[in-house]
């Protein structure tokens, strides 16, 4: 994705995977300072990691310890997260809907704070959090209600989060159930209303979860938007050009099969 939109910017440059162990972090920042490179994207499980060693690290990344995106600012290195904006861009027209709208997140890792970050950012009304471990989903309510105080968090329980579809404008599957061929859904959509948007994060394959979406009739998206968007704000941070976006998602979807 990022190659093709390199060529068709017409720009030189070659985005390469960086097979490292985390003991070579330190070392491969250092050499990115040295060499003449304009920037990387951090992935799991590195995108914490990395941030003890950059120069400067932007605010919402600091508040979701996670960098998914280097840029240089002159020799000094400088961390931020696309993912929440990502996830917004790749909502389209929905975004414009948000405003004071109540949604369900299943899931507490590191995408679901990402996309709840930038949900609240957006102005939603109220969030119901769902997680397989419930100290993780307190966890990040509590950091969601400390840096976003006119947010209602609600904390929910898997059967009662099911429950309570009928009240919701949105639900977002942020858990990694589905990234397996067979994996079942973290959740049943059968009291769902035919208003709800579902958007599941997983990109690379249609999950049980968004199946049973689009069997109901419910308006639905997978992850591909984000991880293309996502994409793309990097892309505009490194070359300061607007990202060719056509081109992006085509060499996207060619790679995800
Ligand atoms: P994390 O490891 O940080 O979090 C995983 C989440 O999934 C946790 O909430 C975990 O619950 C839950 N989970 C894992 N296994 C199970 C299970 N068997 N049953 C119920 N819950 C489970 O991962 P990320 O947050 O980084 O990623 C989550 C998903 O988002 C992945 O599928 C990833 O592919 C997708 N993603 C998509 C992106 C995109 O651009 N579209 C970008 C980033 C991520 P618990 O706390 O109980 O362990």
Redesign the pocket.
Known sequence: MQNAAFKAAHLPWLYLPLDITQDQVETALDLMKDLPVKGANVT?PY?GVVLPYLDNVEKDARWLGSV?TIYRSGRKLCGTST?GE??LR?LGSIRQKLKRSRGLM?????????VAGALAKSGIGSLYLA???P???KQLAKSLRNRYRSLEVGLVS?SEAEKILPNCDWVV???????KKG?PS?LSLKRATTSLWVID????RETAFRRQAKDLGLRNL?????????GALSFELWTGKRAPLRVMRRALLNSLG
């Not at 997978?222 to 996502?230: A, E, I, R, T």
């Open positions: 799991v995108k998914n993912d990502g996830f790749s299943v899931g507490a890792g590191g995408a679901a704070k990402a997680n397989r471990t100290a993780r989903a898997i599957q942020a858990t990694s159930v589905g990234l994996d973290p994060l997983i990109y690379h997978d992850g591909v938007g984000m991880l293309l968007h996502q």
